[in-house]
């Protein structure tokens, strides 16, 4: 009806083939682009599209759509159609973190769209992975809105998704202050996932929070080397005098761990309460 099969594999082939610099993994832009393709037909055909995302062309192994309202109420679940028509919004995963009231609040942003990291049981397991799902609002004809989401199981970290992380983070400091440190360090927050987590520091190097290593709280870190020797956060403040954020990499112990690894780190300035601070969030590429 809506030419879905040939919409899907063009749209796919100018993901696979662009050169855009947004995302590191092609997985990653396949998925935001899947999720716009639904959006725009939703945007298009309003209710009437959503029997399709049902269909193979929609709906492959662990890959498909689903759309809720901004309620919370479920209206397509491909892997279970008896759960439609219930509302999801209360949904949480193993660590208490508010997976429904999160997929709304993506969409309700300054942006429209989001994502949300969470650990759940591939179908048929019991178990629970990281799934990374994204969202984006779509708005039917009828003018009605609705959540539309995608997600995938065992995603590699992407820089897409610290950079996001980061935003989120300012605009919480920017609403809250430093009263935010507490939500900031939750493990059922949506700020800590996989091995990422928020620091925050001010422009003279002195560490205000560390959801990972809190240890160093109350510290000065300027002087702080990696186990390169790499004044990795001198360099960082040194970077920040003349631009608003920056990328930088150096050896860090992962979360838990005491050898470093590799990680690259995605630091922005924001003035909360008065003072410029630096907030930040990095990953761990694969070797």
């Known amino acids: 009806m809506y030419q879905i099969s040939a919409l899907i594999v063009f749209i796919f ?16 832009e396949e998925l935001v682009t899947f999720v716009n393709a639904a959006v725009e037909l939703i945007e298009e055909y309003g209710e009437e599209a959503f ?3 049902k269909e193979d062309e929609w709906f492959v192994g662990d890959l498909y759509v ?11 679940y491909p892997p279970d159609p008896a759960g439609e028509g219930k ?11 508010p997976i429904g009231k999160l997929f709304v609040r993506a969409v309700t942003g300054k942006t429209g769209e989001g994502w949300v990291h969470y650990q ?8 629970p992975v990281w799934k990374s799902t994204f969202l984006q609002k779509a708005i039917a004809p009828s003018g009605k809105e609705y959540l539309v989401g995608s997600g995938l199981y065992n995603m590699p970290t992407d820089k897409a998704f610290v950079v996001y992380n980061v935003n989120q983070a300012v605009e919480l400091l920017q609403e809250k202050g430093m009263a935010a440190f507490e939500e900031l360090r939750s493990l059922s927050s949506p700020y800590r996932f996989m091995d990422c987590y928020i620091f925050i520091k001010d422009m ?8 990972a290593f809190p240890e160093l709280e109350g510290t000065n870190i300027m002087g702080l080397r990696d186990s ?3 004044l990795f956060v001198k360099d960082e403040i040194a970077r920040l005098r003349n631009r608003d954020f920056c990328w930088n990499e150096y050896m860090w112990p992962k979360p838990g761990e005491k050898e470093p690894s590799l990680k690259r780190v995605f630091v922005k300035k924001a003035d909360i309460d008065g003072q410029t601070l630096v907030v930040g969030c990095g990953y761990y590429p694969p070797k």
Do not use: H
């Not at 082939?13 to 990653?28: K, V």
């Not at 689903?66 to 397509?76: K, P, T």
């Not at 509302?87 to 973190?97: R, V, W, Y």
């Not at 003279?204 to 959801?211: C, K, Y």
């Open 228 to 230: 390169d020797g790499q």
């Open 204 to 211: 003279n190097g002195n560490e205000l929070f560390n959801a």
């Open 13 to 28: 082939f100018i993901s696979c083939n662009s050169s855009t610099s947004q995302y590191d993994y092609n997985e990653t």
């Open 51 to 53: 029997p399709q995302f």
């Open 66 to 76: 689903f759309v809720w309202g901004l309620d919370g109420m479920r209206y397509v």
């Open 120 to 127: 759940w049981p591939k179908p048929g397991g019991d178990k």
């Open 87 to 97: 509302n999801m919004l209360e949904l949480k995963d193993i660590n208490g973190k």
